[in-house]
């Protein structure tokens, strides 16, 4: 379909965004699944296209501009050909940057980002635990204060890009009980009583590199903290709504990738003396199918604009991931069942969107939590 929001420099951006993952990314993809890692020059290679400048500022790297097209084409048009999980792999960076340059302390932006952005250092964001991450409130991760330093304890787990970042937003309890109570820190790996390991054993996302982090009476400065004392449950929040943005647009890729791979196999394989594209029953699997793609681009588009607009759509963003989750669960199944035994072997397309439809329904806040979001935002 035409995109009514389509101008001259989102096209350019665009089919950068799509060469790049042509040339970079597609050839490789399956070593890295298998490797469960992709090599540092990729951070490089993808910094060196701008995606993790958005918003920031040009002295420390940055674009010195946003656009939340933008944002979701890089998101729409990798997903499309990959799937989300070499995303994640050097996307770590980009969910936990935001709070960074929203919180940090003018020499903390200028010694950390100017890396960070350009691919030469990673950072991840921190905020779930072994004991739970939908009830960020709930978090056990304790900061202590002790003269200049603060003391940290406790795990996190799952954390994307972990075991590589030089970074981490970490959210940890200062206060009381409750959203009152959650401050945030810019950790580095190399703090004292800090130590990761892998968690390497899962159903996708196999080259993102996950870490279970451990704090154990791990030092930071004072001057790590990000933001005031007991106020960043806010920031957290906040930052989920562009990490919802892009896992949005990760659906949409990838339920465009699924449609483009059934049309292919469909016009090509023949049963029953035609092709399968001519049967009835995959022609209304294709209509449905491409149906699902239209509605959700509809909708990212229009999420977009309200963003650029400076309004964040929360309750939208909350319908639209729970909405596009289902829809990817539902493409990513029709896709499989007209590919057949071919869609089930390991390295095509389809079958890597299905090992990572549960990841983009669960993390970044599952489809529960988006459902309850949503009508709490109705005043419900
Ligand atoms: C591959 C991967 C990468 C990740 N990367 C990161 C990362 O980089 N940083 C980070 O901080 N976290 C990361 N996560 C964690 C992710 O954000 C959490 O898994 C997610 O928020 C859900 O938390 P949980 O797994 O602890 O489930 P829980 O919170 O224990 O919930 C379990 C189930 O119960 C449901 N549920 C919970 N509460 C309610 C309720 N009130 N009503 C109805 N249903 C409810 C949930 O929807 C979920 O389905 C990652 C996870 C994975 C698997």
């Keep these: 379909m035409p995109r009514p929001f389509q101008t001259e420099e989102r096209q350019a951006f665009r089919d950068q965004v799509i060469r790049f993952a042509r040339t970079e990314l597609v050839p490789h993809i399956n070593d890295w699944d298998e490797a469960g890692a992709v090599p540092w020059e990729l951070h490089q290679k993808v910094a060196a296209l701008g995606v993790f400048g958005f918003g920031i500022d040009e002295k420390w790297g940055g674009l ?119 401050s945030l820190f810019l950790v580095p790996s190399d703090a004292p009583g800090f130590s990761r390991i892998a968690m390497d054993r899962k159903q996708g996302w196999w080259c993102a590199e996950q870490a279970l982090l451990s704090f154990d009476e791990a030092r930071v400065p004072a001057s790590a903290m990000l933001g005031e004392e007991n106020r960043g449950f806010a920031s957290i929040m906040s930052n989920f709504n562009l990490e919802r943005l892009t896992l949005i647009a990760q659906s949409l890729g990838m339920m465009k990738g699924v449609l483009d ?57 909350a319908k639209a991931k729970f909405h596009a989750t289902k829809s990817l669960e539902y493409v990513a199944s029709e896709g499989m069942q007209i590919m057949g035994g071919a869609g089930y072997m390991r390295g095509n397309l389809i079958e890597r969107v299905w090992r990572e439809v549960k990841i983009q329904a669960i993390g970044g806040g599952s489809e529960e939590i988006m459902r309850d979001l949503a009508v709490r935002q109705m005043g419900l």
């Design 261 to 317: 791979q059934s049309i292919d196999w469909a016009q090509e394989r023949q049963t029953f003396g035609k092709p399968l594209i001519k049967h009835q029953v995959i022609r209304h699997k294709i209509a449905e199918m491409s149906a699902r793609v239209d509605a959700l681009e509809s909708w990212v588009d229009r999420l977009c604009w309200e963003i650029n607009e400076g309004e964040i759509p929360v309750a939208g963003l």
């Design 64 to 182: 010195g501009f946003d656009d939340a097209f933008m944002r979701a084409a890089w998101a729409e048009e990798v997903a499309r050909r990959c799937s989300s999980g070499v995303m994640a792999a050097v996307g770590g960076r980009g969910i936990s940057l935001d709070p960074i340059v929203k919180l940090a302390d003018e020499e903390t932006k200028a010694r950390i980002l100017p890396d960070v952005i350009a691919g030469r250092t990673g950072s991840s964001l921190a905020i779930t635990e072994p004991s739970g991450g939908s009830d960020v409130a709930g978090l056990r991760t304790r900061a202590v204060r002790d003269g200049n330093h603060w003391v940290i304890s406790g795990q996190k787990a799952y954390i994307t890009g972990g075991m590589k970042a030089d970074h981490f937003v970490v959210a940890a309890r200062t206060g009381g009980p409750g959203i009152e109570g959650v």
